[in-house]
């Protein structure tokens, strides 16, 4: 995961979220509305979220076609499992409010956070039509709210690269627990991630390197650095791969920097992405 701006609000969601309000306010009242009766006005923006993520799942990174992807609600619309034995009702009032929507892979949605939505010790959930963050305090990671990296951190175990909480961060492990971002499917794509991709480049470095060739390793090196641009698969993993090849007393000694992750967000019309 890396840090996502979703950008301006769509003009196609607002009058949908106040048609939407109006028609199931009743239903939460009569205790009649579901996940069924919410039903799916909120896609109208979908595209919209695929494109700015930049045709990426917002959890594992993985790049996905937009047909057979999901609107993911970060506070779950209809049902919030807080996976201590309470299941409350869902934060409905915020299906169709842009800051609560992201797009997501089917796998990272459907099979692995679901309706699942914990809260830290001592918050308050929200109460209907409150808006966040209240005084909740979610387990999960919000990548539009704070910098993922921070908390989650991909480490080599000797088998695979797996991700973990960075220095033992509590939420970053149960993050990955609750997506599921340790999972096989994952794993492997990781793994071949980074020695068919990463590993080669750092290579070519390390080789520059032992020849003292300057520019060579220059060169070589803004072609790692690649791998950390906001369009790349991975960034989060690509980034610590990196570290790990290439660790902070060799890139002390070239002076070759690495930078951290970018904020994923559809570039500006008219301008570049710097490679």
């Not at 057979?68 to 499992?81: G, I």
């Not at 997501?104 to 109460?127: H, M, Q, T, Y």
């Not at 690509?238 to 690495?258: E, N, T």
Request: proline share 8%; aromatic share 8%.
């Amino acid at each position: 995961m890396i840090r996502i701006e979703r950008g301006p609000e769509p003009t196609d969601l607002a009058p949908v979220r106040t048609a939407e309000l109006h028609r199931v306010r009743s239903m939460n009242a009569s205790g009649t509305l579901d996940s069924d009766a919410i039903g799916q006005a909120y896609a109208v923006v979908k595209r919209e979220l695929w494109t700015r993520q930049l045709m990426r799942c917002c959890y594992c990174e993985h790049q996905v076609q937009c047909d057979y992807s999901d609107v993911e609600h970060f506070r779950p619309k209809a049902r919030a499992d807080r996976q201590n034995g309470t299941v409350d009702k869902g934060y409905w009032w915020l299906a169709w409010t842009w800051e609560n929507l992201l797009f997501s892979c089917a796998i990272c949605n459907r099979s692995a956070k679901k309706d699942l939505f914990p809260l830290e010790a001592g918050s308050v959930p929200l109460v209907p039509e409150e808006q966040p963050p209240g005084k909740e305090l979610p387990t999960l990671i919000d990548p539009c709210a704070e910098d993922p990296v921070e908390l989650i951190q991909f480490v080599f175990d000797g088998s695979h690269w797996q991700p973990v909480g960075r220095n033992g961060s509590r939420r970053g492990q149960r993050t990955i627990e609750i997506l599921k971002l340790d999972r096989a499917d994952l794993l492997t794509l990781y793994d071949t991630h980074v020695n068919d991709h990463v590993k080669p480049r750092t290579d070519a470095t390390h080789e520059a390197i032992a020849r003292q060739d300057v520019d060579l390793i220059r060169s070589t090196w803004r072609r790692v650095r690649a791998f950390l641009t906001p369009r790349m698969p991975f960034i989060a993993l690509s980034f610590d791969a990196i570290d790990h090849f290439v660790p902070v007393d060799v890139r002390g000694r070239w002076g070759l920097d690495l930078p951290r992750p970018p904020v994923r967000a559809a570039p500006t019309p008219g301008l570049t992405t710097p490679g």
